[in-house]
């Protein structure tokens, strides 16, 4: 009989995919293996996973609200008690019956409740880091994991705890991601010409209004000066309709609403314009594809900011500010990274998937040893 193995995230893709990325391994490496997923009902892993075939159990959890006045703080804080109460009853109830060897934490509030139960059932269990500065759940947590797996080699220094728990495995991305350049380039789906050099845009998982309306304007004015420029946005489904009002129909640009294929999408991009999520930094680190980087600003720890300053300093990616973001600037990043016959765009992208480890066997292996 194979080991039972519970994994918990969820609220935002960047801590689903790698979570999928895991598991597949553990499928595939592991005869008799069985999984269960905690997440939340409202959560994307709710989609994501259930589409995902994998066996799915909701609990109650919330976060805590970092801005806004008092009585908002303390509604946060009224409703964050109470799912954490709820989630941790369902928790110890599922891990109860599911009986699972261990647990695999991925990041996301809803791994609080799960974890709680975990140490009182004395269950072991692991955590996973997915960005360069470390959450608050993984900070607490960490004192009684068996094992922590971060994704950048330098966010060791964040943690107070023994060396000998920390592993550095990377951030383990999907099997479809990482065979994307194996497949045929497929530009006439996406109404695109495969002649053309393709800058691709998208501000995660929900979108960003900021870098649709700079990207649009930017590539309206870009497109009518360079015929061998074409652009595809990602809008984010709430930002689409109003997306859509804003573009002049040019034919060199093409706007979508969500992707579910992103590894079609990141086979026919040449450079990506997009937020700096953890996720996102590790498809395009494996894939070596060049990118100019837009961290969300609002993110907790600007861990985000710290993210990209990783793929900057390794020259492979631009950075901008999102306060300094115009189309004035993002236009004249562009067109430095095409001028002098592509020579800075070369030299980012000159250097090879710096992907040496395989970071979804490292963390497999680690919870069915």
Do not use: W
């Amino acid at each position: 009989m194979g080991k039972r193995i519970i994994i918990c995230g969820g609220g935002t893709a960047g801590h689903i995919y790698p979570a999928i990325a895991i598991i597949e391994e553990i499928l595939s490496s592991q005869t008799g293996a069985e999984i269960l997923y905690i997440g939340t009902r409202k959560g994307m892993e709710n989609r994501i996973i259930t589409n995902s075939g994998i066996k799915f159990e909701h609990i109650r959890a919330a976060g805590i609200l970092q801005k806004g006045g008092i009585v908002k703080k303390l509604k946060s804080y009224a409703g964050f008690a109470i799912s954490l109460a709820g989630g941790f009853l369902k928790s110890i109830s599922i891990l109860k019956n599911f009986n699972p060897e261990c647990i695999l934490a991925m990041g996301g509030y809803v791994c609080a409740p799960v974890l709680a139960a975990s140490i009182l059932l004395r269950k072991k269990y692991f955590l996973h880091e997915q960005n360069y500065i470390p959450g608050r759940l993984n900070k607490v947590f960490s004192k009684r994991c068996c094992k922590i797996f971060i994704s950048f080699n330098d966010t060791e220094k964040y943690f107070d705890i023994q060396k000998s728990k920390i592993v550095f495995s990377g951030n383990p991305v999907r099997k479809i991601i990482r065979e994307a350049k194996s497949l045929k380039k497929n530009y006439l789906k996406y109404g695109l010409n495969e002649d053309r050099f393709t800058i691709t845009a998208f501000g995660g998982s929900l979108g960003s209004q900021n870098i649709n309306n700079v990207f649009l304007q930017s590539a309206e004015k870009l497109g009518s000066k360079f015929s061998h420029l074409q652009f595809l946005l990602i809008s984010g489904a709430r930002f689409y309709e109003e997306t859509k009002l804003k573009k002049n129909y040019s034919d060199f640009i093409k706007i979508l609403s969500y992707s579910n294929e992103m590894d079609e999408i990141y086979n026919i991009s040449d450079l990506i314009v997009s937020r700096a999520g953890a996720n996102t930094i590790a498809e395009i680190m494996i894939l070596n594809i060049p990118s100019v980087l837009i961290p969300y600003p609002y993110a907790i720890n600007n861990h985000q900011y710290y993210n990209a300053l990783v793929l900057e300093k390794e020259k492979r990616a631009l950075l901008i500010d999102d306060k300094a973001l115009s189309e004035e600037v993002l236009c004249q990043i562009l067109k430095k990274l095409i001028s002098n016959d592509y020579y800075l765009y070369s030299q980012l992208k000159k250097t090879e998937s710096r992907e040496t480890i395989k970071s979804h066997k490292i963390i497999a292996d680690y919870l069915c040893s």
